[in-house]
């Protein structure tokens, strides 16, 4: 079965950086859509940035425009999520997903819907 990895979370300030890696193993990253998802305590899960697998098409969330920014490096079947600017609403548990289908990331509502394979998920803090 497909296996996701996550890492590069941790505690960081308000207004800093961290960058998150998913790794795979037993698959090839560019063969699937990727999203990058969070979940807060009490609150549901939600995709906060979703790159495609046909020509990079990459979708984000509101509350994280202009801020995180999701890449592949095929050579390393590795997807980041870059994030600047951290505000302590970022806290949250991040998991990366993956799906074989085609996700039309110019739809907000389908763009990171319905993910197959998950990691564990990492923990991201931003606290002063």
């Known amino acids: 079965q497909e296996q996701l990895m996550e890492s590069g979370g941790g505690l960081v300030q308000p207004g800093g950086s961290l960058r998150l890696s998913c790794a795979a193993s037993?698959?090839?990253?560019?063969?699937?859509?990727i999203g990058w998802f969070r979940q807060a305590p009490g609150k549901e899960r939600e995709g906060v940035a979703c790159?495609?697998?046909?020509?990079?098409?990459?979708y984000y969330s509101d509350s994280v425009k202009g801020r995180f920014t999701i890449s592949r490096d095929n050579a390393k079947n590795t997807v980041y999520l870059e994030m600047n600017n951290l505000k302590p609403e970022d806290t949250a548990v991040y998991y990366c997903?993956?799906?074989?289908?085609?996700?039309?990331?110019?739809?907000?509502?389908?763009?990171?819907?319905?993910?197959?394979?998950w990691g564990q998920g990492t923990q991201v803090t931003v606290s002063s």
């Open positions: 997903g993956a799906t074989v289908d085609v996700r039309d990331v110019t739809i907000p509502d389908a763009a990171c819907r319905d993910y197959d394979y």
């Open positions: 037993r698959f090839t990253l560019d063969a699937y859509a």
């Open positions: 790159i495609t697998q046909i020509d990079g098409g990459t």
